[in-house]
C-alpha cells in the first residue's frame, strides 16, 4: 500500500467498530440494535458538524483540541504525523476519517486497535516491517514528546543518542533473524515494556471525546 496507508477493508472494519463502541459508550446496557447504531452516527455526525468549518472536513488544530488534546505534550512532528496517518493520505479528514480518529483516540477502542495504529508511525514506508532508520526517527519523536513534550532544545543533543541506544538495543533482542527491520509482533514485544510508547498509549485513550 505504501506511505502507511490501511486497506479499505481494515478502513471499513474501523468504521463500524468505532459507531459500535460509541453506542455502548451512550447506552452502555443496551443491546447492539440497528436502531440504537443509527442512532450514535447521527449523534457523531452532528458532532463532526459542529467542528466543521464547511460541514465536509475538519481542520488539524480544530480535531486535537477538542478530540484528543492530551498528545499535544507529545509536539508537532509526532501529531502531524499522526493526523496524517488518521486521514489515510488523503487532503482533509471527513466524516469516515473523524469516526475512525475518534475511535482510535477514545477509551473506547481496544489496545490492539491503538497498537496498529501507533506501529504505522514507525513504519514510515508502510511496508509491514520497522526498518533501523525507521526505527530512530519516530522513537525519537515519541521519546521527545514524552520526557520534553516535544520542544525541541538543549536537550535534543543528549537526548537522540539516547534514543539511538534504545533502539540499537531494541533491534538486537526483537530482531531475531537479523534482517535489519522488525515485524509488528516483534514491535509489540518492544512496546509493551518501553515507557515512551506506552506513555502515547495511554494519552490516546485519554481524550474527552464524548457523544
Same mark, same amino acid.
Given at each position: 500500500?505504501? $506511505? ?16 459500535? /463502541? ?6 452502555? =446496557?443496551? !443491546? ?6 443509527? @442512532?450514535?452516527?447521527?449523534? &457523531? ?13 475538519? $481542520? $488539524? @488544530? ?15 512532528? &509526532? ?5 496524517? &496517518?488518521?486521514? !489515510?493520505? @488523503? ?11 475518534? %475511535? ?18 514507525? =513504519? ?5 516491517? #520497522? ?5 530512530? /526517527?519516530? %522513537? ?5 514528546? !514524552?520526557? %520534553? ?24 533482542? %526483537? ?35 464524548? #457523544?
Amino acid at each position: 500500500m505504501g $506511505q502507511g496507508k490501511s486497506s479499505t477493508a481494515e478502513r471499513h472494519r474501523l468504521r463500524e467498530k468505532a459507531i459500535e /463502541a460509541f453506542a455502548g459508550l451512550v447506552h452502555p =446496557d443496551a !443491546n447492539d440494535t440497528s436502531g440504537l447504531l443509527q @442512532e450514535t452516527e447521527k449523534r &457523531l455526525q452532528r458532532f463532526f458538524h459542529a467542528l466543521s468549518l464547511d460541514g465536509t472536513s475538519i $481542520q $488539524q @488544530e480544530v480535531f486535537w483540541g477538542k478530540v484528543a488534546p492530551s498528545l499535544a505534550r507529545f509536539g508537532l512532528d &509526532l501529531t502531524d504525523k499522526l493526523f496524517k &496517518l488518521l486521514i !489515510n493520505g @488523503e487532503a482533509t479528514m471527513d466524516f469516515d476519517s473523524f469516526l475512525i480518529a475518534a %475511535y482510535l483516540l477514545s477509551k473506547a477502542s481496544r489496545k490492539d486497535d491503538k497498537l496498529k495504529c501507533v506501529f504505522r508511525i514507525f =513504519d514510515a514506508s508502510g511496508s509491514g516491517y #520497522v526498518k533501523k532508520s525507521e526505527f530512530k /526517527a519516530a %522513537y525519537f519523536m515519541v521519546m521527545r514528546g !514524552n520526557e %520534553y513534550g516535544g520542544a525541541e532544545g538543549p536537550d535534543e543533543a543528549e537526548l537522540k543518542p539516547l534514543a539511538k541506544c534504545i533502539v540499537d538495543s531494541a533491534m538486537l533482542i %526483537y530482531d531475531g533473524n537479523q534482517r535489519g527491520k522488525i515485524s509488528f509482533d516483534e514491535w509489540c514485544h518492544f512496546a509493551a515494556t518501553d515507557r515512551g510508547v506506552q506513555s502515547l498509549i495511554a494519552a490516546m485513550s485519554a481524550g474527552s471525546f464524548d #457523544v
